[in-house]
C-alpha cells in the first residue's frame, strides 16, 4: 500500500479476507470486505449484521473492529457500500487514497459505483492481487495445511479409482469423492473443497465440465481432478483413468505427457523464472508432435469458490515470476483433443534443492478392467 500511495485499502477476495483477517464464513453471497488502513492497527471487518458472529468466531480481530450493517441494506433496496461509505466517512477517511479489487468475483459494478459515487472527494486504484502476491511465499503454517491437504487428495483419488467399473454412474463416484474429501484423514477433516471434475467419454474433451449420471462401459476415459480443502487451503490432483483395454493413441499420448511432467518437475528450483517450467515441458512435447496452447500450471493455496488458483503467476510462456523457496503451484497437463481429453498434475512446493510434490500417487494412465 505504501508503494502505491494507498491510505485504504476495501478487500472483498474471500481469500485475502482470510489471509488478513482469519475470517472464514460461508457469505460471500452478499456484500461484505475488510478496510485496510496504514494508520491502524488491524483491519475492519464489515458485513451482514447475522454474520457478526461468524466473523467473532473466525477471525483474531477485536471486537471494535466487527461492524454488520442491518437487514435494511438486504430487504429495502439499500446498499452495503453505502455502510462502508459511511464507515469510511466516520473515520475522516473520506479523502483518501482508496484501493480496491477491480477483477474479484464478489465486486460487482454496482458496488464500484455506489462506493466512488458516495466517496466522491476520494481518490480509487486498482489494487487487484495486491494482496494475492503478498500470499505467494507460504508460512510453515500454510505449508502443513498444504501437505494434510495433499494427504486427504490421495485419499479422496485412490477411492474414486477404485470405485470406477463397468455400469457405476458417474455421480455415485462423484458422491464418493466428497464422502472422502470431506471426511478427510484420520487425523483431521476437509472443508468443502472449491471446484472438482469428473467427466466421463467425449466431455474429458473439455477442461471444466463435472459429471452426469451416465454408467462407465468398456472403452471410457474419464479425467479426475480434485483437491481436499484443509482450512481453505487447496492441493489439486488431476489423473486419468481408462476403463478396459486402451488404444495405442492414448498410451502414447500418457507416456509423452508424463515425460514432459517429469522434466518440468525437474527444473523447479529457487532462482528459475516461472517461464522456464514451460519451456521444458514444451521442448520436450513438442519434439513428440504434441503441442499445448494454454499455460501448464499456475500458483494455489488458500481459496473459496470457484477457483483454488491464487491468481498470481503462472507456469506460461512470458511469466518471468522467479520461484522461491515455500511457494506452491499446480503444475497441471490439460490436453484436450476434439473428442477426448488427458490429465495429469501435481500440487509442488518449491524447496531449497527443488520440488516436493504434496501426492504420493503413482503417474501413470490408470487401467481399469472392462
Known sequence: ??????????????????????????????????????????????????????????????EANILGYDESYITDGKHALSF????????????????VEMDTHYFTAKAYAVLSEELANASFFDADHLVNWARIVKSGAEIAYLREAGAITDIAMRAAIDAIDVDVRQCDVAGIVFQNLISGHPDYFGDMPDYQTLPMGENTSAPHLTWTDERFKAGDICTLELGANRYRYHAPLARTVFVGDPPDGIKRLAAIVGEGLEAALDEIRPGVQAQSIESVWRGITRRAGLRKESR???????????????GTASLAPGDTTELAENMTFHLIIGIWNDHYGYELSETFLVTETGAECLSALSRELIVKDG
Open 1 to 62: 500500500m505504501q508503494e502505491k500511495g494507498l491510505d485504504l485499502l476495501w478487500v472483498t477476495s474471500p481469500p485475502n479476507m482470510n489471509y488478513l483477517s482469519g475470517y472464514d464464513g460461508w457469505s460471500f453471497y452478499v456484500h461484505q470486505g475488510l478496510l485496510v488502513s496504514l494508520d491502524a492497527e488491524e483491519p475492519v471487518w464489515i458485513g451482514r449484521h447475522i454474520d457478526v458472529n461468524a466473523a467473532r468466531i473466525t477471525s483474531f480481530l477485536d
Open 84 to 99: 462502508v461509505a459511511d464507515i469510511v466517512r466516520s473515520r475522516n477517511l473520506g479523502n483518501s487514497r482508496i484501493g
Open 296 to 310: 501448464i500450471g499456475y500458483s494455489v493455496g488458500l481459496g473459496y469458490p470457484p477457483d483454488w488458483g491464487e
